[in-house]
Nanobody, 127 residues
Framework: QVQLVESGGGLVQAGGSLRLSCAASGRTFSLYAMGWFRQAPDKEREFVAAVSQSGGSTYYADSVKGRFTISRDDAKNTGYLQMISLKAEETAVYYC????????????????????WGQGTQVTVSS
């Protein structure tokens, strides 16, 4: 069992930045690939970014490429999502998720691939 707790959300103006954190406990974080998803009101949860177990591979949704950066610090059992140039339409609850993968360099990008989820952190971008 892995417990995930997101933090770092809040209210920011369009064009601003935020860094989200995902603190893991219960299992060795370094054994898991990690992803970030978001869900806006009345919309499906969508993929944002993922990083492999090894940290060597990352994958981003086209809409966030060049603006968001996913990273991990296994010594701190924490993953991060750095977001810049935020847009109002990116207002959503952001979730982190993890899964053990057979390939250390695989960064899963589908919701169904993930096993454990956090409770989410609200990001509100004002226009």
């Amino acid at each position: 069992q892995v417990q995930l707790v997101e933090s770092g959300g809040g209210l920011v103006q369009a064009g601003g930045s935020l860094r989200l954190s995902c603190a893991a406990s219960g299992r060795t974080f370094s054994l898991y690939a990690m992803g970030w998803f978001r869900q806006a009101p009345d919309k499906e949860r969508e993929f944002v970014a993922a990083v492999s177990q090894s940290g060597g591979s990352t994958y981003y949704a086209d809409s966030v490429k060049g603006r968001f950066t996913i990273s991990r610090d296994d010594a701190k059992n924490t993953g991060y999502l750095q977001m810049i140039s935020l847009k109002a339409e990116e207002t959503a609850v952001y979730y982190c998720a993890v899964v053990r993968t057979l390939l250390r360099d695989y960064a899963p990008r589908f919701r169904r691939e993930y096993e454990y989820w956090g409770q989410g952190t609200q990001v509100t971008v004002s226009s």
